[in-house]
């Protein structure tokens, strides 16, 4: 095998449990192993990161990586770690969300089948579909003893939480089909490792207990550590809500600057987890950045390398150069090549103000840009005041009290951007 791959997660500071044995098993020959993923919504989001990296680099250590999305299990819930049951979808919702989770999941794995070791997907739905009630409980629960499921934590602690409302005979048979997922690859793909986060512990342990007790057989579980910021604000959230990986849904550069904005403890530990930096580099960055830790370099390369391969090259450099554009020395030229979406999310929450676009077509001057026409400013002499002291700004670029906004200057064809001084900045939007 070209790397260790339970080493590898270990240095990288992924690895939570893992099963005895493991890792001798998985330098035997190339393996399969699978990790699970929740479909329903249309989109990962960053909370899935860690799985997919893992995916990646078991599929990089020459194993076969399966990636299962829970079609049957989406229309369950699964209790582990929350309170509430979640919502249930249908067959269609699920089955579009599978794709467009497999054209996400496309940009870290090889699912080519070019070689052996190709990456595919799975749905539990497949092979559950069938399952009459009757054949489950006969075939498969007879063999895991009610006292075996309450020991689990994720059981536990829903049935002594006292915010809890308790747990549905649907939530508690979860760790059944979960653990007989495992036993299903295992029996059909010959997959004897299953991975996930270290809140799935109790489930995987009892998919390689069924394995064990229907199949005489021997399999393997591996946890990753659940991710948390050194603030103790919660990985992968915004005031937006989720980092989505669907640029629809968090665009390219808040996605960049998601990273960015990373502090220096969580990038120390963030570029090991989310990128596939070798040690010895990431070691050096790491010292070059404590040298310097102003200039950012750990969150600059972070961002690159994470938003790079999310996204793309070009996503990044629009990015980057959007980030200038607010942070930065910029041109009314960079203005100008930014897209309308990209344009509004850069100056997301900057007082905006409406004017017929005719009057600009005609010429609209400054003091009308600034208080007349717009009230950015209280009053037109204050307007004259900041012109005359040669702080105005339109599109970056200072302008005097006879300068008139025109059709030139409308970036996207509907917006004009002005600075009075380096804090104050405004939007006009022709209409």
């Not at 950012?296 to 200038?324: G, Y």
């Not at 850069?346 to 026409?373: C, N, R, T, Y």
Request: charged content about 30%.
């Amino acid at each position: 095998m070209a790397k260790k791959f339970v080493e590898e997660l270990q240095w990288r500071g992924m690895l939570h449990d893992v099963m005895p044995g493991t890792e001798e098993h998985l330098q035997e020959g190339m393996r399969s192993a699978y990790l699970g993923f929740d479909p329903t919504a249309d989109s990962l989001h960053i909370g899935h990161l860690v799985g997919v990296m893992m995916l990646r680099h078991f599929q990089s250590a020459g194993h076969k990586p399966l990636a299962l999305i829970g079609g049957a299990t989406g229309m369950i819930g699964d209790p582990s770690g929350k309170s509430k049951e979640r919502n249930l979808l249908d067959e269609e919702a699920l089955k579009a969300n599978q794709e467009a989770i497999k054209k996400q999941l496309s940009k870290f794995l090889d699912f080519s089948g070019k070689e052996e070791n190709g990456a595919e997907m799975v749905n539990n739905y497949d092979w559950m579909k069938e399952f009459s009630f009757i054949d489950f409980i006969r075939d498969v629960g007879k063999h895991i003893t009610v006292n075996y499921m309450m020991a689990k934590d994720s059981v536990k602690k829903r049935f002594t939480s006292e915010s809890s409302e308790g747990m549905s005979f649907t939530e508690f048979t979860y760790q059944l089909v979960q653990g007989y997922d495992f036993f299903h690859l295992y029996k059909t793909r010959n997959c004897t490792l299953q991975m996930g986060g270290s809140d799935q512990w109790g489930n995987i342990t009892t998919g390689t207990e069924m394995i064990r007790r229907i199949g005489s057989g021997k399999a393997y579980a591996l946890t990753c550590k659940l991710i948390t910021k050194a603030d103790g604000t919660k990985f992968g959230k915004s005031e937006g809500g989720n980092i989505w990986l669907d640029p629809e849904r968090t665009s390219p550069y808040k996605f960049y600057q998601y990273w960015i904005n990373t502090s220096d403890e969580d990038a120390e530990k963030f570029i090991k987890i989310f990128t596939f930096i070798e040690k010895q580099e990431i070691e050096s960055l790491i010292a070059e950045h404590n040298e310097a830790p102003h200039a950012r370099l750990l969150q600059k390369r972070l961002a690159e390398e994470i938003t790079e391969m999310v996204h793309s090259k070009e996503d990044l450099e629009n990015a980057i150069k959007a980030s200038n554009v607010l942070f930065g020395k910029s041109t009314a030229e960079d203005l100008k090549g930014l897209d309308e979406k990209t344009f509004l999310d850069v100056f997301d929450g900057v007082p905006q103000a409406e004017v017929e676009k005719a009057k600009i077509v005609a010429g609209l001057d400054m003091i009308g840009a600034l208080a007349a026409e717009t009230d950015f400013l209280p009053s037109n002499g204050e307007a004259r005041r900041a012109l005359k002291a040669n702080s105005v700004a339109v599109n970056k670029e200072k302008v005097k009290e006879d300068y008139a906004i025109t059709e030139a200057d409308l970036i996207n064809g509907k917006y004009v951007i002005i600075n009075k001084g380096k804090k104050n900045t405004y939007i006009i939007k022709a209409i």
